[in-house]
């Protein structure tokens, strides 16, 4: 017979982050950078008091608990105020990517059924467009607060009007833990984008997890600033993680550019930042171009596409350390973060980013495996790739209104090929469609495509399968080079020799003007492949 | 209508701690120091492997779910290879405070009913007087393996025994998170002690909670060395939140003499420890006598009794950052943790050591207020002085076996008498219990002991109240001096001038031998207010 303990028992709320943060941290800062180069800035506490209207304003407007409420906005306080009056009420944050195709977003709307949206003025004209294909929504609202010259409308409501009610008696509801918080759909390149339906469990879970020292690791003394959006599943938590320890919060707006993040980064003193590699290296490139070191800036979270050894090892050039981290959307998004072990302590410098190039371990609460074709378990021996199995509290286990599960013998099949050490640590070779199997053998398009960045004349390098009558297939190298360099392919094709095996060398590289990426900073190695077909 | 989230549900289970500890730092270590001197090490595979053992043996020998194993055991591997088997396998880990009489060891296993106890050789005397009073306990196994030479003996079997079954095929169970894991008794003053019955969800969200960087704050690059107990409140979590960390972990055995711990520290690499400040007195006495630093001892978490100023100051003369702690057995323990904020970073060093020698702020996951005697809330002012309430998911709603609930409004009533700052920092005044009431005013003693403590010739000092025939009551200041110290009761008096209001300065001191204290280290001022009743 099984006893219980004699517990209390307190859900996970949302909104018990918020409560905790601003009991606890009441001057604590969140700083938003604006489009004019000046900055908004107000405590913790002016911010629940806020959100506190907002929360009472939606129950006005009769938000109901389970309804969803869409953002297309930047990372701004308005967006948390929004994140977390929503989830608090029991309604779901749904954040909707704008970099994506008009239908694309029309789609997502239309799936989730959005009763309200939420808007920057940066997407007036998207918004126009989306109100005709949108029926559901029946209020549109103009996050402006006369900040900026926003054209009015009579198709929109504004955020300033929302908050006019008294916040006086409001008290954050109390319900069940499992509760509907927050929707992102994937930006998959195949088919129909898919709803990640976070729960307030999974959410705080996440961010207990992601607290940790060898993970994200936030203390009260830290200015986190998300570089990664708001709408890039959830900002990978720091909305949450970074209230939970009371921490300073730096939000850059809509402009992502090197000098702009620089400069905030100096004048705020970010100490952490996260985001995809392709903006930290529009950061990099500036203090480079400059001569200039970061004052505070010390740990610089990185992923949502893999980070190259050679940035990790530019950053600790200027003594910010990189964090290679890996997740996904059906993740929320944490999944690995890697840091060094004791057991590191005593390699070379060069054997150490060997493993910071990796997409380290899991935090406590992910548990991952490695299978073959026929779903068996491969070793962990940093050698067997295999495709890659996670499991735990803060994994999906069915996409938002489909019905049949999406796991696998109780295991989310990531679509990533990858390595796991003895020590738990998960290389990430391939998405499993981008995979280059030649002469039987696979070839890691990650690997060469990081061996081709270390050139200094290249700005971007990606590497997919061509048909071959032969081999299967082959690796081709596609490159855009910096501007007013010269280099050329053997240049580049020589930096493999003695680096990979011979046969997984490119046989060719072709330049391009641009590459196409995703709208969450990965290679959208579909158009290249279709490009280059034959 | 609630719209539930779509993330997979796992229970938090304390064997989900060691599957990740052992799948990712397999080779991590775990030091026990021994009697003789020498070192028992092994590593987390080493340690996983004979823990499932020993749950297999669980198994065989018919331990089911809910049964209590009991403990009388100190810090070493085999008691931790227990804690994890124990609550592995749905079974209940009953720690036992063997410093305790008698009569109170053998009336909590009775109340426990505990089925079988585990015992280190040091307890064979002992042993052999309970196995008559209690008779619950159908197995007595020493915890005995070769390396002293342990009496045999007719009435126990041996550990060693216990763990010759091969582990092949043992899967650690999966059950409701919310089944009890652990049973300890508070060592109430007053009346016979209470248990605590934790949940595997309680000890998960502790142990998440201790390991933010503004709580115990433990990397996988760290070793901890728990110098509290395991029999003291699970030795505040550090068996858990270590291995979740995948620390090296540094067990000090039964001696906790300054020069012992000193020679561990240095010989073991321990970066974190944590105690209880008489412990933590013994060793800071060593290193000054001896003029000793650490080498890689960095932080202290003191807690379980006031720690004062003095003692964070000498800590931090040898570079030894000391975090106050406050906890207590109904709340698994730790509520809250003192580190500074950034608010604090202009401060004068003296005045952040007055912020440090503070309780500190409430992890997340606790909630406190003050209230005063008609259940009022008091202001979080720094200054209003109230009875401390807490609630949160590691905080106990029953005792053991009662059917009241121990809460008041859904808050566990601390016994503690405290002020809040409006950063959230707690700074404990008083044991309500313990409290001074002189003139209608209430007096701290913990503010007084701590002055007294900052005399040379001070080794322990303790306030209590003494009827008074004006006033009440008035403090009394006693007194053990250190060897050979020849300090007067004015000297000590003197340093109460202009420190303290003139009232709240003790009329007398009396000089003692010996300070009685509880088995858990704090002072024993009930016995004091016997010896002193006019
Ligand atoms: N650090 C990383 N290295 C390589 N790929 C990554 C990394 N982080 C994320 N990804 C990729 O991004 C996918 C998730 O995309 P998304 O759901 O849009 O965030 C993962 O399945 C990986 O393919």
């Known amino acids: 017979m099984t006893t219980l303990g004699n517990m209390m028992s307190l859900p996970l709320l949302i909104s018990s982050i918020l409560t905790h943060a601003v009991n606890n941290n009441p001057n604590q800062q969140i700083v938003t950078a604006l489009d004019d180069g000046t900055t908004h800035e107000y405590t913790y506490t002016n911010f629940a008091a806020r959100t506190r209207k907002l929360a009472t304003a939606l129950n006005t407007r009769n938000i109901q608990p389970g309804d969803r409420v869409g953002t297309l906005a930047w990372n701004t306080y308005r967006h948390l105020e929004i994140y977390y009056a929503t989830s608090g009420i029991g309604a779901i944050c749904h954040t909707i990517n704008p970099r994506l195709h008009l239908d694309q977003i029309a789609f997502i709307i239309n799936d989730a059924q959005d009763s309200i949206l939420f808007f920057d003025h940066h997407f007036t004209a998207l918004v126009e467009k989306l109100a005709t294909l949108c029926p559901s929504v029946r209020e549109w609202i103009l996050l402006n607060e006369g900040e900026h010259n926003s054209r009015q409308s009579d198709s929109w409501s504004s955020y300033s ?32 984008p898919k709803g990640a339906l976070y729960s307030h469990r999974s959410t705080v879970l996440h961010a207990y997890a ?16 998300p570089l990664v959006p708001m709408f890039h599943v959830n900002a990978w938590g720091l909305p949450y993680s970074s209230l939970l320890s009371g921490a300073k919060i730096v939000m850059p707006g809509a402009n992502l550019k090197g000098d702009a993040l620089y400069r905030l980064c100096e004048s705020e003193g970010v100490s952490i930042s996260a985001g995809v590699p392709s903006v930290w290296q529009g950061l990099l490139d500036h203090t480079q171009a400059n001569g200039l070191v970061f004052s505070t800036l ?50 070379s410098a060069q054997e150490q980013q060997t493993v910071l190039s990796s997409q380290g371990r899991p935090l406590f609460g992910a548990e991952f495996k490695i299978i073959n074709e026929n779903g068996q378990r491969l070793p962990h021996d940093g050698a067997s790739t295999g495709n890659l199995m996670v499991k735990g509290n803060w994994v999906i286990d069915t996409y938002y209104r489909d019905t049949k599960s999406a796991l696998m013998d109780g295991w989310f099949h990531t679509g990533d090929v990858a390595t796991i050490d003895k020590l738990g640590y998960l290389r990430i070779t391939d998405r499993s469609k981008d995979v280059i199997k030649s002469g039987g053998e696979w070839i890691s398009s990650i690997d060469i495509e990081n061996i081709a960045m270390e050139h200094p004349d290249v700005l971007v390098a990606a590497c997919i399968a061509q048909k071959h009558e032969k081999w299967g297939e082959r690796p081709l190298l596609v490159v855009v080079k910096k501007p007013s360099a010269t280099v050329g392919a053997a240049d580049i094709l020589n930096m493999f020799i003695n680096r990979i095996t011979k046969w997984s060398i490119p046989d060719e590289v072709k330049f391009i003007d641009d590459m196409p990426m995703t709208a969450t900073g990965k290679l959208q190695k579909n158009a290249l492949r279709n490009l280059f077909e034959n």
């Open 161 to 192: 009007d929302w908050l006019t009610t008294s916040d006086t008696d409001f008290a954050w509801p109390v319900f069940d833990e499992n509760t509907a918080s927050g929707l992102c759909y994937t930006s998959g390149t195949t088919g129909n």
């Open 298 to 347: 010390r740990r610089a979270v990185i992923g949502g596409a893999a980070c190259s050894a050679h940035m990790i090892v530019a950053f600790a050039r200027i003594n910010v350390a990189v964090r290679h981290a890996w997740g996904m959307t059906e993740v929320s998004p944490l999944g690995t973060v890697c840091t060094l072990t004791s057991e590191h302590q005593n390699l």
């Open 210 to 225: 992601s607290c940790h020292p060898d993970a994200v690791g936030i203390s009260c003394r830290d200015a986190v600033m």
